[in-house]
């Protein structure tokens, strides 16, 4: 956890702060005030007013060598890494938030490695994303605390869900016997969060309560069934399932860019909204922070299926906003950073055609260098033959 220093100049003018990391999970909240002893000496004091961040473990399901559902051939793995990621970007710009993601990359955890991290990060609340499959046209969102399943369906989300753990060598060791596919199983879990179990609702609610209101989900409100994934954790935790990949319309709008920053915002809303429960603060929405916008971290949205075509139009060590007044007007700019180097794309075509005809303009505005790049879920490709004849 960072503690704050405040840096001044000769002046005793403010110039900046920086991170120390001295002490553990406190956060100081510097009160600055100067007092004028003579003309030629000043003292300061600060005056430190303690207060604990709120820190929220954003677990990203699946990863690695477990793919997660593929309905409609779209991989889970990949649309809950990009909603998580955009979730912890919009919490990290509030107040007093502290993000914790159980993984940021393409890597495989076990169900009860999740669970410790967020112990680790002495979480307040943990929320795993996922999303559901059904063999039927089924689609809504609903948001699961850890409980007794109430019916068959709710039984069949954890069954699927539990059912990674096949992939651990010794699974049976590690979660105690337990069987996915037994009901009767689910019974040894639902002890451990018990103590929780009030405040897991509590949050689910917020949670599904902003799927419903804000982005007009289909609500499958807040249920309970056996997730391992939250039985071990000491804190209020949840489990949400962001809608059904198997449904041809929800799972493009689950892997569209608009469909991921909806969901993450909506999830990040509902956090906050939790929070300020908690402490009692006033909550009047996201901060938003313009460097930090769910649509810069472009390396997780892609469309999985599709080639997109940018615009490259310049590259620079230099990391600058994205704001289309430092682009010459031009809009939508996205940065992509590939070691000390930035890259900066105008556009998103869905033809190479288009592309090239937009190459045009963006030369007229003096990018004379500009030229079409490919990219396949985000990363660069080369472009064929048939691309261009496309
Ligand atoms: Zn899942």
Request: proline share 2%; net charge positive; glycine share 6%.
């Amino acid at each position: 956890m960072p503690e704050y220093c405040l840096i001044f100049d000769k002046d005793f003018s403010l110039v900046g702060f920086k991170n120390t990391h001295i002490l553990s999970s406190m956060r100081l909240i510097v009160v600055v005030s100067f007092f004028l002893v003579s003309g030629f000496a000043f003292t300061n004091k600060l005056y430190a007013q303690i207060q604990k961040p709120f820190t929220v473990v954003i677990d990203a399901g699946h990863g690695g060598k477990d793919p997660g559902n593929r309905g409609n051939n779209y991989y889970e793995k990949k649309i809950v890494l990009s909603i998580a990621l955009k979730t912890g970007a919009l919490l990290k710009n509030q107040k007093d938030v502290n993000v914790v993601y159980t993984r940021t990359s393409d890597s495989y955890i076990t169900l009860n490695g999740r669970a410790n991290i967020a112990n680790k990060a002495k979480a307040d609340l943990f929320v795993s994303i996922h999303c559901d499959a059904h063999n039927s046209n089924a689609y809504g969102a609903g948001t699961f605390v850890l409980g007794l399943h109430r019916n068959q369906d709710n039984f069949r989300v954890s069954q699927k869900e539990n059912s990674v753990i096949f992939l651990e060598d010794n699974y049976e060791q590690e979660y105690d016997g337990f069987d996915p596919n037994n009901p009767e199983s689910v019974i040894s879990l639902v002890l451990m969060q018990e103590d929780y179990l009030n405040q897991s609702i509590e949050a689910a609610n917020y949670i599904q309560q902003s799927f419903v209101k804000n982005l007009k989900r289909k609500n499958r409100t807040v249920k309970q069934a056996g997730f391992l994934v939250l039985r071990n954790t000491y804190m209020p935790s949840v489990l949400v399932e962001t809608g059904f990949l198997t449904n041809s319309s929800e799972g493009a709008y689950l892997n569209s860019k608009r469909g991921q920053n909806e969901m993450s915002r909506a999830i990040a809303n509902a956090i906050m909204q939790y929070k300020s429960s908690l402490d009692g603060t006033l909550f009047n929405g996201l901060i938003m922070d313009s460097s930090s916008t769910a649509n810069e971290n472009t390396d997780y949205i892609e469309d999985s299926n599709f080639i997109k075509y940018r615009i490259q139009i310049a590259a620079s060590t230099k990391k600058i906003e994205t704001a289309s007044y430092n682009f010459k007007g031009l809009s939508p700019i996205i940065r992509k950073q590939k070691g000390s180097l930035f890259r900066y794309y105008y556009g998103e075509f869905s033809t190479y055609n288009d592309a090239s005809k937009a190459v045009e303009k963006v030369k007229s505005k003096g990018y004379k260098g500009a030229y079409v790049k490919a990219f396949k879920e985000g990363v660069e490709v080369s472009i064929t033959p048939e691309m261009k004849s496309n």
